[in-house]
């Protein structure tokens, strides 16, 4: 059995949570802007399907991309020096989410229900959830969105259109964490694909200890823009 989180209740110690379903700690509360951001501080995700209460989460081991791991395949830092693409930072992050939501192919639904983009709405607007976006010719073709605090980056969904579009986005979205002193991208949970990234599991001890730490740190709360020099651009393949 798992805790059901009344009114204000605090979340319960990470160690309590189960191992099956992995990493599954609590159930109920809210989305508010508190708790949401109390989660994120601890180590802590909301993730639930429709008609499910509100599920709360913290896996071991942790999946966790360090900037300084993230490895880019060599057809993708050629696409990175092409000038054809743009990348814009908090400037559609309602229709990020909305895109995040759509069908894939082999899912029968989303857990990114209008409920979720609401709440994360609230972030975005509080200044603590980004989006990162790539455009072509106009038109949103790839990004992601996550949430901020400290120096930890929590990601949450990816979508594309085109090739490389979501990795062009991540890719800048690395580098310049990197430059800021960003020291984890948290991914959640253990995929074949993060793992080509560069993302690793670790335990969540030590994904506690490391969060602790940078969740500590200074912040930039509030509308992000990045540096225009992350990649050299050339018209050249």
């Not at 099956?20 to 989660?39: H, K, Q, T, V």
């Amino acid at each position: 059995m798992i805790p059901w989180l009344a009114g204000t209740a605090p979340f319960p110690p990470l160690d309590t949570a189960l191992a099956e379903p992995n990493g599954l700690l609590a159930a109920g509360g809210d989305l508010s802007l508190e708790r949401l951001l109390d989660a994120y501080g601890r180590g802590i995700y909301p993730w639930f399907s429709p008609g499910e209460p509100i599920l709360w989460w913290s896996p071991d081991p942790r999946m966790v991309l360090f900037p300084g791991e993230f490895k880019i395949a060599r057809s993708l830092a050629r696409r990175l020096k092409k000038p054809d693409y743009e990348i814009r930072v908090d400037t559609a992050f309602a229709e990020v989410m909305h895109r995040c939501a759509e069908p894939r192919e082999g899912q029968a639904g989303t857990w990114i229900t209008p409920t979720m983009q609401a709440a994360y709405g609230r972030l975005h607007g509080a200044g603590y959830a980004h989006s990162v976006e790539t455009w072509l010719d106009g038109r949103l073709v790839g990004g992601l969105y996550g949430v901020a605090l400290g120096r930890a980056f929590f990601g949450e969904s990816m979508f594309t259109r085109v090739t490389d579009g979501s990795k062009l986005a991540l890719a800048h979205l690395v580098l310049q964490l990197r430059r800021w002193g960003f020291g984890l991208i948290d991914c959640q949970m253990v995929t074949r694909h993060l793992a080509s990234l560069g993302a690793r599991p670790i335990p969540r001890s030590i994904f506690r200890a490391e969060l602790d730490s940078l969740v500590a740190e200074p912040g930039r709360v509030g509308k992000w823009t990045f540096d225009h020099d992350l990649f050299a651009r050339t018209a050249h393949p």
